[in-house]
């Protein structure tokens, strides 16, 4: 089957009837469609209930023929899919868009901007209403608050992520190997010296194979995740000596996380190394406790063992 957009991204429906729910009165909208959204010109693509299919499948909640959306206020307001076969609400606290019969956009149930996982902590916010659209950086939170705000669709069940090839049509190419949207850097098959433009703020990269051994880091980067292959293979790196922490912790995890040990004994320290850094630099953004600790005597020799094949020049 052909895929008719990359993502589900909200419902339509028709017109809006009123209900009774628990003695209080209650919007209620039959949902009659689904609308899907394409990457490429972010186009919305209105789709039947009766056929459809993402290129990113959905996982979860399936709207069913004679669903209704309902929205009410009992103490707080909610938002719940409910249908004539069953006598309970199912509520939802995520993000769903909703559009009329002929694609126009009403409202959107919960927040009005969607905030989808693209690459390491780099995620893409939509603004529901007008579809206007930039990568950001995540920020620190739980799973928990991420699925009770505005990290998920109302279907998903875990956050929808998408990969490069699902946001390439917002980048620019800079050269065979960079790839440029707004301050992010998408690097891939790199064979040369490798030098980010000044205004880069979030590097990442393919998990494929490259023979870049060199990279020039720019002074007003904030974030880089590479891939193993592609850390494992760097013998230079450059960075300004103005660079900032938690550029050079994000470093530090990088080449951690990618280090296979030598022994039964070293596995164990890089494992608790590697452990603590995910929590100090991706979870929480402890970023100077993370760099005492790579300095810390306790993993002063698994450290000289990561990083003794590269070399760091200061400009």
């Not at 209704?68 to 509520?91: E, H, M, P, Q, S």
């Not at 550029?247 to 590697?274: C, G, I, M, Q, W």
Request: proline letters at 2%.
């Amino acid at each position: 089957m052909k895929y008719e957009a990359d993502i589900q991204f909200g419902i339509i429906v028709g017109d809006k009837t009123t209900g009774i729910r628990d003695g209080k009165e209650e919007d209620r909208y039959k949902i009659i469609g689904i609308m899907g959204l394409r990457f490429d010109g972010m186009k919305l693509v209105p789709c039947s209930l009766n056929d459809y299919m993402f290129k990113i499948k959905e996982r979860g909640k399936e709207i069913r023929i004679g669903t209704y959306l309902c929205i009410g206020v009992n103490f707080t307001r909610y938002y719940g899919l409910w249908g004539k076969r069953k006598d309970y609400l199912d509520a939802f606290h995520s993000v769903l868009p909703v559009y009329n019969s002929t694609g126009e956009y009403l409202f959107t149930c919960g927040l009005d901007e969607v905030e989808l996982p693209f690459m390491g902590k780099l995620k893409i916010r939509i603004d529901t209403s007008t579809l206007a659209h930039n990568i950001i950086f995540s920020g620190y939170k739980s799973l928990r608050i991420a699925l009770e705000n505005n990290e998920s669709f109302f279907y998903a069940l875990t956050p929808i992520v998408l990969g490069y090839y699902d946001m390439q049509f917002f980048f620019s190419k800079v050269s065979d190997y960079m790839f440029v949207y707004g301050s992010t850097c998408f690097l891939r098959g790199c064979n040369n010296t490798i030098i980010l433009p000044d205004n880069c703020e979030y590097c990442v990269s393919s998990l494929e194979d490259w023979m870049s051994t060199e990279i020039v880091l720019n002074k007003g980067l904030q974030y880089i995740s590479l891939g193993s292959k592609a850390i494992l293979g760097l013998k230079i790196v450059y960075m300004s000596r103005d660079s900032n922490k938690s550029l050079l912790s994000y470093l530090l995890y990088n080449f951690v996380r990618a280090y296979y040990p030598n022994n039964a004994d070293e596995k164990d320290l890089h494992d608790t190394l590697k452990a603590y850094l995910k929590v100090y630099v991706i979870d929480e953004g402890r970023h100077d406790d993370a760099i005492e600790l790579c300095h810390n005597e306790k993993y002063k020799a698994l450290m000289e063992s990561i990083l003794k094949d590269v070399k760091f020049e200061i400009y």
